[in-house]
């Protein structure tokens, strides 16, 4: 994926503004594996190998066609270098959840205004339906 377009999915700065900072290459995967609906098996994965972070950043080689859906190569060898630090593992846990979080949030308005729309569309039916039979009586 080209990091341009990765950048300006994750709401980051425009590609002009040159390359991601590694916060916003982090917030960037964190975003894409909540959209892609992998935040717990993200976490889960993530938490298991925090303490052998560098050995599980030089497993990365392995998952690289996985990995390689989130980030172009450049960013890839980026973001194998972080996750060496298990700060920056921490820092993308911590992005996942709130990502996740925030879908989850944003998921439940969705549907309360979906609710509250066929509540609303109900009762104008009863009222119309109500009113029908006030009228009819009359003609």
């Given at each position: 994926?080209?990091?341009?377009?990765?950048?300006?999915?994750?709401?980051?700065?425009?590609?002009?503004?040159?390359?991601?900072?590694?916060?916003?290459?982090?917030?960037?995967?964190?975003?894409?594996?909540?959209?892609?609906?992998?935040?717990?098996?993200?976490?889960?994965?993530?938490?298991?190998?925090?303490?052998?972070?560098?050995?599980?950043?030089?497993?990365?080689?392995?998952?690289?066609?996985?990995?390689?859906?989130?980030?172009?190569?450049?960013?890839?060898?980026?973001?194998?270098?972080?996750?060496?630090?298990?700060?920056?593992?921490?820092?993308?846990?911590?992005?996942?959840?709130?990502?996740?979080?925030?879908?989850?949030?944003?998921?439940?308005?969705?549907?309360?205004?979906?609710?509250?729309?066929?509540?609303?569309?109900?009762?104008?039916?009863?009222?119309?339906?109500?009113e029908r039979k006030r009228?009819?009586?009359?003609?």
């Amino acid at each position: 994926m080209d990091p341009r377009r990765l950048i300006q999915e994750s709401g980051g700065p425009p590609p002009e503004s040159g390359e991601m900072s590694d916060d916003e290459l982090l917030d960037a995967v964190a975003k894409r594996v909540v959209r892609m609906g992998l935040a717990v098996p993200a976490v889960f994965f993530l938490e298991s190998t925090k303490p052998l972070s560098f050995v599980g950043s030089q497993v990365l080689v392995f998952l690289e066609p996985f990995v390689g859906a989130f980030l172009s190569v450049h960013n890839y060898q980026r973001f194998a270098r972080l996750m060496e630090d298990r700060r920056n593992l921490e820092t993308l846990i911590q992005k996942v959840e709130a990502r996740d979080e925030e879908a989850r949030l944003e998921e439940k308005q969705r549907k309360r205004e979906t609710k509250e729309r066929k509540a609303e569309a109900k009762r104008r039916a009863a009222r119309e339906k109500e009113e029908r039979k006030r009228q009819a009586p009359l003609e």
